[in-house]
T-cell receptor
Framework: QQPVQSPQAVILREGEDAVINCSSS?????VHWYRQKHGEAPVFLMILLKGGEQKGHEKISASFNEKKQQSSLYLTASQLSYSGTYFC????????????FGKGTTLSVSS | GAVVSQHPSWVICKSGTSVKIECRSL??????MFWYRQFPKQSLMLMATSNEGSKATYEQGVEKDKFLINHASLTLSTLTVTSAHPEDSSFYIC???????????FGPGTRLTVT
């Protein structure tokens, strides 16, 4: 079942923060976050495994609440290069299965 | 990081013809490969899962006789769109995983236009 992402779109100025949420109605093994620029393939950002861990890479971090079946992606001090569409992909009962992607959140960062 | 290639990058074909798209894992062995389709401004929709040496598993609503998938080796999977129609025009993306906890590595995608 497709995870639900919110919001659908975000418009920011450089330096502002944003949070993108991803929720599922099914139990999750992991959540994957990707960013896609127009006309390009998705680029991997991070994986979060069940256990409620939080990860970060530079100014992008994410959390995964297994009990609530939710994940959030945090973008702090946004840069122009952060613009794109962010997808969460959820993995069901076990590792190594196909990802089911949400509809995406479009982020536009302007100077 | 691991690299997945796709060939061709884009293809234009006439209605009724068949098109083959290749997906290769260049520096790792992919036990599983996934094929996704993405229409403009939409999300990636899983079409099928292929495991090396066995038949692909297709998602509901995907015609297995129309979208032929072959995973002949641990580094190559092919998707053949048979008797293509304009509604098959889309961005086709493959991803490969080494299994277990490894992330999936996406290919650059193939843009198919059927005229």
């Amino acid at each position: 079942q497709q995870p639900v992402q919110s919001p659908q779109a975000v418009i920011l100025r450089e330096g502002e923060d944003a949070v993108i949420n991803c929720s599922s109605s099914k139990a999750l093994y992991s959540v994957h976050w990707y960013r896609q620029k127009h006309g390009e393939a998705p680029v991997f950002l991070m994986i979060l495994l069940k256990g409620g861990e939080q990860k970060g890479h530079e100014k992008i971090s994410a959390s995964f609440n297994e009990k609530k079946q939710q994940s959030s992606l945090y973008l702090t001090a946004s840069q122009l290069s952060y613009s794109g569409t962010y997808f969460c992909g959820t993995e069901g009962n076990q590792a190594g299965t196909a990802l089911i992607f949400g509809k995406g959140t479009t982020l536009s960062v302007s100077s | 990081g691991a690299v997945v290639s796709q060939h061709p990058s884009w293809v234009i074909c006439k209605s009724g013809t068949s098109v083959k798209i290749e997906c290769r894992s260049l520096d790792f062995q992919a036990t599983t490969m996934f094929w996704y389709r993405q229409f403009p401004k939409q999300s990636l929709m899983l079409m099928a899962t292929s495991n090396e040496g066995s038949k692909a598993t297709y998602e509901q609503g995907v015609e297995k006789d129309k979208f032929l998938i072959n995973h002949a080796s641990l580094t190559l999977s092919t998707l053949t769109v048979t008797s293509a129609h304009p509604e098959d025009s889309s961005f086709y993306i493959c991803s490969a995983g080494a299994g277990g906890l490894y992330e999936q590595y996406f290919g650059p995608g193939t843009r198919l236009t059927v005229t």
